[in-house]
């Protein structure tokens, strides 16, 4: 499975401010998605990257709020644009299997706590 | 009603039990089935991964799929304290995005 990095690891950052977190693949996907997961709770999928056409959000995430880059099939960002205390979060990215199946391997994560 | 349903636990169990956790789902489109481990403060480890219903066996670990019930199991023998941690599991369709359980926490006491 592919080795992804996440940075920053954790930040805290002050209200309405912006934070961009970057997500490194160590070889091509063509697939990689971005989460939120709130303490206590499962995974919400945020949207999907792919590499050359524009994100493709989920119900309740507009790109206005989250935007994303994709500019090659290796690398990622997620931007938390405007942050309020109820965006604090782990936020995840994931890269879909090169294998034709429904698989998913994940980073380590992004804490993120706004005061 | 959620798509996926699992029970979050607390589960504790003393070590070397044998542990099983489960989730139901409603959507009777999903084919692929996972499992993944979470660590606290790390993100989710893809622990099993079947296609469709039957068994499917890597060391200490079994993941049973139940397609008529629409029913996933995994089963932990020999529990270890170092098997403590969030398990989660996740469904969907080729080519779709996944859904994920709650996530069920457990405790292996030693």
């Known amino acids: 499975s592919a080795v992804i990095s996440q940075k920053p690891s954790r930040d805290i950052c002050q209200r309405g401010t912006s934070l961009t977190i970057q997500c490194q693949v160590d070889s091509q996907v063509t697939m990689m998605f971005w989460y939120r997961q709130q303490p206590g709770q499962s995974l919400t999928l945020i949207a999907t990257?792919?590499?050359?056409?524009?994100?493709?959000?989920e119900s309740g995430f507009v790109i206005d709020k989250f935007p994303i880059s994709r500019p090659n099939l290796t690398f990622s960002t997620l931007t938390v644009s405007n942050m309020s205390p109820e965006d604090s979060s782990i936020y995840l990215c994931?890269?879909?299997?090169?294998?034709?199946?429904?698989?998913?391997?994940f980073g380590p994560g992004t804490r993120l706590t706004v005061l | 009603q959620k798509e996926v349903e699992q029970d979050p636990g607390p589960l504790s169990v003393p070590e070397g039990a044998i542990v099983s956790l489960n989730c139901t789902y409603s959507?009777?489109?999903?084919?692929?089935f996972m499992w993944y481990r979470q660590y606290s403060r790390k993100g989710p480890e893809l622990l099993m991964y079947?296609?469709?219903?039957g068994n499917k066996e890597d060391g200490r670990f079994t993941a049973q799929v139940d397609k008529s019930s629409k029913y996933i199991s995994l089963f932990i023998r020999d529990s270890q304290p170092s098997d403590s941690a969030t398990y989660l599991c996740a469904m969907g369709r080729y080519g779709n995005k996944l859904v994920f359980g709650a996530g069920t926490i457990l405790r292996v006491k030693s």
């Open positions: 990257a792919n590499q050359g056409s524009e994100a493709t959000y």
């Open positions: 079947t296609y469709s219903s």
């Open positions: 959507n009777s489109a999903f084919q692929y």
């Open positions: 994931s890269v879909g299997s090169s294998g034709g199946t429904n698989e998913q391997f």
